[in-house]
């Protein structure tokens, strides 16, 4: 079966900068959409940030973008997800996703995407 395996997540204060990775089990996301998503205490799962199958497309979410950079590298089959400038109100579970229905197309609705990982905590103290 295959797997989404994430890590990289942590305790950082303010301002810090963390690289989460999300490793897949075999080649089956090579060509796919892969996202991140996360979910914050109290609130509903987010959309936060997907990179097409050849990672030319890529989308961040508004409350994201110029600070988190979403990468992949298919050699390895993995995705990554940097984030910069961190602030408290980042703190969440971040899971990674993957979309088997497309390669170019980015979905920002969680139900389209197929395969989820585990999740990692990223703390970051206000």
């Known amino acids: 079966q295959v797997q989404l395996v994430e890590s990289g997540g942590g305790l950082v204060q303010a301002g810090d900068s963390l690289r989460l990775s999300c490793a897949a089990s075999?080649?089956?996301?090579?060509?796919?959409?892969m996202a991140w998503f996360r979910q914050r205490p109290g609130i509903e799962r987010e959309f936060v940030t997907a990179i097409s199958g050849n990672g030319a497309n890529k989308y961040h979410a508004d409350s994201v973008r110029g600070r988190f950079t979403i990468s992949r590298d298919n050699a390895k089959n993995t995705v990554y997800l940097q984030m910069n400038s961190l602030k408290p109100e980042d703190t969440a579970v971040y899971y990674c996703a993957a979309d088997r229905g497309r390669s170019t197309n980015i979905e920002y609705d969680g139900r389209s995407y197929d395969y989820w990982g585990q999740g990692t905590q990223v703390t970051v103290p206000s």
């Open positions: 075999e080649r089956a996301f090579a060509n796919n959409v």
